[in-house]
């Protein structure tokens, strides 16, 4: 067990699971069992830990614990990074889980529990589990030390305890998921008793084969329990088998294997942060050149880190130096998500007053906020809404508001600029709001009037009829003067804009696409190229969806019913026109702007209800209702909020670049 050779072994096996398990995580189509690994790589770590504090007792007691504290520093560098790239590369509205995942994360001892699979610190329970079982195993050392005999039996009793509780509740927690660390430790010990008798020819052929079976397992098998099982097992003939002479895991030096195995833990902390943030970074998804190109630099991320404590170590290596080290770095991957979390808490705490606000004289539930509940994972009903309607079903198919002073018809170009709540008292900070767009738009006037009549926001609206905000032609064969209008009308708009557009603390936009025909790339492009001069300019921009377009007029539906049973005429989901929506990719190609999914606020589980809080959601087939738009009030309020175009406050923004016409 000295000299370094079983050490080797098991690092160059813990090396290859990890990466294995990396490269499953970039290519899981290609490597759909590559979780195989991850069962070696718990086993073998458990040997690890058992040869380091159970076998060679005579090691100081300090030295074994500053070698665990330097394994500790990568991943926690890492989290400091992710804490740091989330608030510089993510929307807010994802900040507050991920940042939680950071902080549980840092509290490695104490934390081991699953994430969402698209968090960047999604792997990092391999990380707690280990740390947490390293931590079971030096009790075992100071048990051992008073023991002569019957430790290989206690360990072999929490094992079986932990499979068991592990094949009943597979969640992950130490208790469930210690047993294939603690099938390392039993490795190690009846290794430590056999001596070299243990490791003769037939070794290095378990060995080999072992190593070509988890490769094609990888390859050929997908996760389930059963694959758990024969990670394990895997681990453990290859634990055991690979210090045999002749083993493939023999062929390195004791240094060569450190440093891999070394590089490939911190390989597999920066690999999953590194794929998450990658689109984010890019801007689009990423393909199998670019993935290779990742691994690329994560390789060489895991080398700079290995090194950085490497030269750490040749400066000062005693415990106290790495206890000081982990316990910053704990520190600090705390203290980076600090303006993110309160960031994320002040929006929220400013939505929940306007949402107080904006509801204090309505019903529970009523209108969208029944929608809002849903959306939140919340039940939301009110009975005494049961049968209502409003407004009634004969006046349904008037709900409109004309705002006549910010519209402009089919047949001019005239850009009219309104103020949606002249002489409204706001508040000293409320933020300054532009809303552009078409028909579409016009309709949730209605809900920025009401925020600025309470003086939450200032709002300014322009719209026009057929004509989003976009520079892709509006073609109409019916009406051949309806195109060259819009584009006129667009031109005197983006003149308006480069002298006004930093007036404003953000410009809100929807519209209906359906007029603006071509291909899904040009109608992407043709919105980027409309917005890009304002968000160069230092003005965000929100784009939200278009309200889905029904197949038919619901008010008919609801007129024809013979009762108040208004379900009989919700849509259901995959009923409902489809209309290619632009905003979604254009905003993600453009540094500034944001794009807010209104689907749930018409739809939920697949229907679309035709009443939604006792109110009237459509007018005709393909407009919302003036009474359902005012409701969206505190919800836009929130959903825009969210994007965290109101705090913090712009800086000052340099003069909007000339704007496309």
């Not at 453990?236 to 240094?255: D, F, I, N």
């Not at 738009?629 to 175009?645: D, F, H, K, N, Q």
Request: charged content about 20%.
């Amino acid at each position: 067990m000295t000299g370094g050779r079983l050490t080797t072994a098991w690092c160059t096996i813990a090396a290859a699971a990890a990466a294995l398990f990396v490269l499953g995580v970039y290519w899981p189509g290609r490597l759909p069992g590559a979780d195989v690994a991850v069962e070696v790589l718990l086993v073998v770590a458990g040997a690890l830990f058992a040869q380091v504090l159970l076998v060679e007792r005579d090691r100081p007691l300090a030295t074994v614990i500053g070698t665990g504290l330097r394994l500790l520093v990568p991943p926690l560098l890492v989290l400091v990074a992710t804490g740091l790239a989330v608030q510089r590369w993510m929307d807010v509205r994802d900040w507050a889980p991920l940042l939680h995942d950071v902080r549980d994360a840092a509290l490695a001892l104490t934390n081991v529990r699953t994430v969402a699979a698209d968090s960047p610190v999604a792997t990092f329970w391999l990380v707690s589990l280990l740390v947490q079982s390293a931590v079971v195993v030096l009790v075992l050392r100071l048990v051992a030390d008073r023991l002569a005999s019957g430790l290989s039996l206690i360990v072999l009793v929490l094992s079986a305890a932990s499979f068991v509780w592990w094949a009943f509740d597979p969640a992950l927690h130490l208790g469930a998921r210690f047993w294939p660390v603690g099938l390392g430790v039993l490795v190690a010990l009846a290794l430590s008793r056999a001596g070299d008798a243990a490791l003769g020819g037939p070794m290095a052929l378990i060995a080999w084969g072992t190593g070509l079976g988890v490769g094609a397992v990888a390859v050929l098998a997908s996760g389930d329990l059963l694959l758990t099982v024969v990670g394990a097992m895997a681990g453990v003939l290859l634990a055991a088998s690979g210090p045999a002479h002749g083993s493939p895991a023999t062929w390195l030096g004791p240094r060569l294997s450190g440093w891999l195995a070394a590089i490939a833990w911190a390989g597999l902390c920066w690999a999953g942060p590194a794929l998450r943030f990658a689109p984010e970074i890019a801007g689009r998804e990423i393909g199998l050149r670019d993935r290779a190109e990742l691994l690329l630099l994560v390789g060489l991320a895991a080398v700079v880190t290995v090194a950085l404590v490497a030269g750490l170590r040749a400066l000062v290596d005693h415990g106290g130096l790495w206890v000081t080290v982990a316990a910053a770095a704990v520190l600090a991957a705390f203290l980076v998500t600090v303006p993110g979390t309160d960031r994320v808490e002040a929006i929220e705490s400013d939505v929940s007053r306007v949402e107080a606000l904006m509801t204090a004289d309505e019903p529970d539930c009523f209108g969208a906020m029944t929608m809002a509940a849903l959306t939140d994972g919340e039940s939301c009903a009110n009975p005494d809404l049961d049968g209502v309607i409003r407004p009634d079903v004969s006046r349904a198919g008037r709900d409109f508001v004309a705002y006549l002073e910010c519209w402009s018809d089919p047949g001019d170009a005239n850009l009219n600029i309104c103020d949606l709540a002249p002489g409204a008292k706001l508040a000293e900070d409320a933020p300054k709001i532009l809303v552009l767009g078409d028909s579409h738009a016009r309709v949730l006037f209605g809900a920025f009037r009401r925020l600025a009549e309470q003086g939450v926001v200032s709002v300014d609206a322009a719209a026009k009829a057929s004509c989003g905000w976009s520079t892709l032609p509006v073609v109409d064969r019916k009406d051949t003067q309806r195109g060259p209008l819009c584009d006129e009308w667009r031109g005197k708009l983006a003149d308006w804009l480069d002298e006004h557009a930093t007036d404003y603390d953000v410009v809100v936009t929807t519209s209906y696409n359906g007029r603006m025909k071509g291909p899904k790339g040009r109608q992407v492009a043709s919105h980027v190229e409309a917005w890009e001069p304002v968000t160069r300019a230092g003005v965000p921009i929100v784009a939200l969806r278009d309200n889905p377009r029904m197949p038919d007029d619901t008010v008919d539906c609801l007129a024809a019913l013979g009762s108040t049973d208004w379900s009989q005429c919700d849509v259901p989901l995959d009923d409902v026109v489809p209309e290619f929506d632009p905003f979604g990719p254009a905003a993600e190609q453009v540094d500034g702007a944001h794009f807010v999914d209104t689907e749930p606020l018409f739809c939920h589980d697949d229907v679309c209800p035709a009443v939604i809080g006792g109110v009237n959601v459509y007018r005709d087939y393909n407009h919302v209702s003036a009474s359902y738009a005012a409701t969206l009030a505190p919800v836009l309020y929130r959903e825009i909020a969210r994007t965290g175009v109101f705090e913090p406050p712009r800086s000052p923004a340099q003069p909007a670049a000339a704007m496309s016409h």
